[in-house]
């Protein structure tokens, strides 16, 4: 399984967002080349970039960010308000391996589909927050607001045909409040669709729920917090 | 004869509502028990889960409503569960218009858990109005985590490792676990036959 250390940057700085409120920020500091960096050096092949800044407004999207981090030898997986082709494009071309698609994923799938033909399906994940409904996974948007009709499984058959082989899923109930990852949804979504390489996004708060992924079958597991606070130690999750 | 769709949250119920329009049956969106007083009959659709949902309608006066209500309702999904006593999902009570718990359903080999997509109809009760020109075997569109064990009250069942309730009546309370708005022809015909029932 590959860890993903998360990194979000809002203009340059290291932050961390509660539950996704921009009024809820909390300032990690710091240089994020410098973070990456210290986790390259700790044996991560991956760094998983939030751009807050292009999240909030596409023109101030941090390419520049995405190209240094790039040339310290990470893969860089990356996104925060993608809208368009050419929004995907310059990320890919400032260096990133693949980009994260939050709410079009959802709102508009055939866009989507479009940039997986375009750009290939290993150049593409789509992240679904979702919201635990009886049972089954409704992605929601605009910040959470807004839920889908449909639930994350019927969502990600429109994108069988194209390819679509990286979703991220954040359980939105759980992301950022160390209660620990929701096993349960990963196990079921990993039995309805074993050919997706699923990435557990948000509540990782100790060694323990990585190794639990990991059993589960996750492909990866993004880690913000946890790492930053010391509560998982990055060479002990890649060695499990 | 004009339909009130309880509107339980910000969430979309707009499947509920172009089902409707598909029927060509007049509707109002409620949001408080008051904006439903021209309407012969009410629909509580299935948005939201147990704990939230139940929350707002005790906050928007429909809990109480609900509970002294004479018209003919139709739950559906979540609004079918929330009809009964007391789900598993929240752990707290609910309307109790239809006497019985909601369970976590335990599919076992049946397949993944929550249960998803078309399954038949079977053991209708007789004489039970919405499903009349409904047959045995017949497939309906599911979308859920939790159940109502088989019943008095069941009125039609399906099969997803336990035997679920798949239409609950008690009276004038009426609720499906499976969504007619997204069923196809037999979904339609449900709803129609809740419409068209004597209220």
């Known amino acids: ?240 | 004869m004009t339909t009130a769709i309880i509107d339980t949250s910000t969430a979309n119920i707009a499947s509920v509502r172009y089902a409707l329009e598909r029927l060509n049956a007049p509707y109002v969106l409620a949001r408080a028990p008051d904006e439903a007083g021209m309407c012969d009959r009410l629909i509580l659709p299935g948005v939201g889960a147990a704990g939230p949902a139940m929350a707002r309608l005790e906050m928007t006066g429909w809990a109480e409503a609900l509970r002294s209500e004479t018209r003919p309702i139709l739950g559906v999904c979540l609004g079918m569960q929330l009809l009964f006593d007391h789900s598993v999902e929240s752990g707290r009570d609910l309307l109790g218009l239809i006497p019985g718990r909601i369970e976590k359903l335990e599919p076992g080999d049946a397949g993944p858990w929550p249960h998803m997509g078309w399954n038949t109809l079977t053991d209708f009760t007789d004489g039970e109005v919405l499903l009349h020109g409904v047959s045995e075997r017949d497939r309906v569109y599911f979308v859920h985590g939790f159940y109502a064990p088989v019943g008095p009250h069941t009125v039609a069942r399906t099969r997803y490792g336990p035997a679920v309730t798949a239409i609950a009546r008690k009276g004038r309370v009426a609720g499906c676990q499976f969504h007619p708005e997204r069923s196809s022809d037999i979904g339609a015909r449900i709803l129609s036959n809740f419409l068209e029932a004597a209220a």
């Open chain 1, 1 to 240: 399984m590959n860890i993903y250390p998360a990194v979000d940057v809002l203009d340059g700085r290291v932050v961390r967002l509660e539950k996704g409120d921009f009024d809820a920020v909390t300032d990690y500091g710091g240089d994020p080349v410098s973070a990456a960096k210290a986790w390259r050096d700790k044996g991560a092949e991956w760094l998983h970039l939030v751009d807050l800044s292009g999240a909030r407004d596409g023109a101030r999207r941090q390419h520049d960010l995405v190209e240094a981090v790039a040339k310290t030898g990470l893969k860089v997986q990356t996104g925060g308000g993608v809208r368009t082709a050419e929004d995907v494009r310059a990320i890919l071309d400032a260096g990133a391996s693949r980009v994260v698609v939050g709410s079009l994923a959802v709102t508009a799938p055939q866009t989507v589909i479009g940039w997986i033909t375009d750009f290939g399906a290993a150049s593409i994940a789509a992240a679904f927050d979702v919201r635990l409904e009886n049972g089954a996974a409704y992605p929601t948007t605009r910040g959470w607001v807004e839920r889908s009709d449909r639930t994350l499984v019927e969502l990600l058959a429109d994108y069988r045909l194209a390819g679509l082989c990286h979703a991220l899923v954040t359980d939105i109930d759980r992301d950022g409040m160390m209660e620990g990852p929701n096993l349960t949804l990963y196990a079921d979504l990993i039995k309805i669709r074993p050919d997706m390489n699923w990435l557990a996004s948000g509540g990782v708060s100790s060694l323990d729920d990585v190794k639990a992924l990991k059993k589960a079958g996750m492909s990866g597991a993004i880690i913000g917090k946890a790492l930053f606070e010391g509560r998982v130690d990055l060479e002990e999750a890649l060695a499990c």
